[in-house]
DNA sequence: AACATTAACAACCGCCTGTGC
DNA sequence: AGCACAGGCGGTTGTTAATGT
């Protein structure tokens, strides 16, 4: 047997909420409440099923809802949570106050998924600069001349977009920026390397369009050509998103 | 300028779980 | 114990505006 769907499809709307709509749900929640969901719309009025005025009110209505950009902070907050929890965005959205668990996935699945993707290519970039290494005997010559080779497709890549900060980054000392951190990394209990604005300015904003630039760029206040020397910040926070990767034993397809 | 593609976000769908009878 | 129902959750799709070609 069929379970019926969850509304009646007869003579009920679907699709965008009108403002008309909107006011009449809220009017009539802010009198009575929300006790029964299935009853509401009819006792309100609304040619909607329960499902989507519980949706709508939770997701947008309620007054509690914070709306605008995600702060770094509560980006770092997502990521953390979602190592520990998974894809249960509810119980992350309850960490996070006046976000909604739908709000949550949604920036997962455009933005941070978009950062890891970034992150991604880059420690490509590092293991190939590693396997090099191993071969190389350690001779800084070798690893000078490898270092450059490696990179230069991405420096030409860079400074055709004119970004002055990967450059420079791709360009310090190559020794330096061949280190690699064996230290085991523990971010269960949410101490995970500091990321700040420079970290998404310097390394994001090339790979975002510039609809998504100017909305990371707004939130810092940090111009993305100013971020000279900031690579050990930067190398910190790859791996930490490195570490995710292999925390979850797998590299995800994107 | 027109069309194609991409990104962001709102909303829907179906399944699962808890609860009351 | 079994059933029905309501609410909640996560995955997915639809819509629209921005951006690229």
Redesign the pocket.
């Known amino acids: 047997m069929?379970?019926?769907?969850?509304?009646e499809?007869m003579g009920?709307?679907?699709?965008?909420?009108g403002p008309e709509e909107?006011q009449i749900l809220v009017s009539y929640i802010q009198q009575h409440g929300?006790?029964?969901?299935?009853?509401?719309p009819i006792q309100a009025g609304l040619l909607?099923?329960?499902?989507?005025c519980?949706?709508?009110w939770?997701?947008?209505l309620k007054p509690d809802i914070k709306?605008?950009?995600?702060s770094i902070k509560e980006e770092e907050t997502i990521i953390n949570l979602h190592e520990m929890?998974?894809?249960?965005?509810?119980?992350?959205?309850?960490r996070l106050p006046g976000r909604?668990?739908?709000?949550i996935?949604?920036?997962w699945?455009?933005?941070l998924k978009?950062k890891l993707k970034t992150y991604h290519n880059k420690s490509s970039q590092d293991s190939k600069r590693h396997s090099i290494i191993s071969n190389s005997k350690y001779d800084p010559k070798v690893l000078e001349n490898s270092y450059l080779s490696t990179t230069k497709d991405v420096v030409t890549s860079s400074q055709q977009s004119g970004s002055s900060s990967e450059i420079s980054s791709l360009t310090n000392s190559p020794t330096e920026k061949i280190t690699m951190k064996n230290e085991e990394m523990d971010y269960s209990s949410g101490n995970f390397p500091h990321t700040d604005e420079r970290f998404w300015s310097a390394n994001d904003v090339n790979c975002?369009?510039?609809?998504?630039?100017?909305?990371?760029q707004s939130r810092s206040p940090l111009n993305a050509m100013e971020n000279v020397g900031v690579d050990s910040k930067i190398d910190d926070s790859m791996d930490f998103w490195y570490n995710l990767f292999i925390k979850a034993g797998e590299m995800p397809e994107f």
């Open positions: 069929v379970r019926a769907p969850c509304c499809k009920l709307k679907k699709g965008a909420w909107d929300h006790g029964n969901w299935r009853a509401l909607r099923c329960g499902k989507s519980r949706l709508r939770i997701n947008y709306r605008g950009n995600f929890l998974g894809n249960r965005w509810s119980a992350i959205a309850a909604t668990d739908n709000e996935k949604n920036v699945h455009t933005l978009k975002l369009n510039k609809k998504s630039k100017a909305k990371v």
